[in-house]
């Protein structure tokens, strides 16, 4: 059965450093979601994205971070300069563009720790 | 915005007894999903159900959309049901997905 995957699965990094977050979602999918969650707290959408480019986005969301889909199957979230408070987990979702069928897929998850 | 409520937020079992689960919301929604937290953090989808009834082995959920609630039953429970278990629901447009709080769930032997 076709998954989302995303690498690595554990980063360390130093504050102030950027870091990529890379993802491959499903092949025949064409939404594609970032979330993360904080160690004990909910998991929270951070931004969607349609088209090559972003659909929607939280105010978690700022200027720090940004996504791109650089080929045909990766999908990145990118942050800037990173801070402590940016030590989550985060999650890759992809789902299908079909009227009616809004299943998300998630990935395993890349957790970030800021040091 | 859409807000997600599940309960209990602490569950405690016995191996071998059965649970349910809840998970309110406040708005209409056309998508529920289900997810259990491994320890590893790992989000296993467990159903996707906006409306109806579906069971996977031990586990059955419904969703009453008009009633504005989904439930998760587990019966039979296993040490390997210990988790976190999340509800999140989407609406209309692009479909974000808004999480609930989850329910702890511990199941001793």
């Known amino acids: 059965e076709p998954e989302v995957t995303q690498t690595p699965s554990h980063q360390v990094t130093q504050m102030g450093q950027e870091v990529i977050l890379r993802c491959v979602p499903i092949s025949n999918h064409l939404y594609f979601y970032w979330y993360r969650q904080i160690l004990g707290q909910k998991v929270e959408f951070l931004v969607s994205f349609y088209n090559n480019e972003i659909s929607e986005k939280s105010e978690i969301f700022d200027d720090q971070f940004s996504v791109e889909r650089p080929d045909g199957s990766n999908f990145t979230l990118k942050i800037r300069s990173t801070k402590l408070e940016d030590s989550a987990m985060y999650f890759c979702?992809?789902?299908?563009?079909?009227?009616?069928?809004?299943?998300?897929?998630f990935g395993p998850g890349t957790r970030l720790t800021v040091t | 915005g859409i807000q997600v409520e599940q309960s209990p937020p602490d569950l405690i079992l016995q191996e071998g007894a059965n649970s349910t689960l809840r998970c309110n919301f406040s708005d209409s929604v056309n998508n529920l999903q289900w997810f259990h937290q491994n320890p590893w953090g790992q989000l296993i989808n467990l159903f996707y159900i906006p409306s109806g009834t579906k069971q996977n082995g031990r586990l059955s959920a419904t969703t009453v959309a008009t009633e504005r609630y989904s439930l998760l039953y587990i019966s039979s429970s296993q040490t390997t049901d210990s988790g976190v278990y999340f509800c999140a629901v989407g609406i209309t447009g692009f479909q974000k997905l808004v999480f609930g709080t989850g329910t702890r769930l511990l199941v001793s032997p």
């Open positions: 979702a992809s789902r299908l563009r079909l009227a009616g069928s809004y299943e998300q897929y």
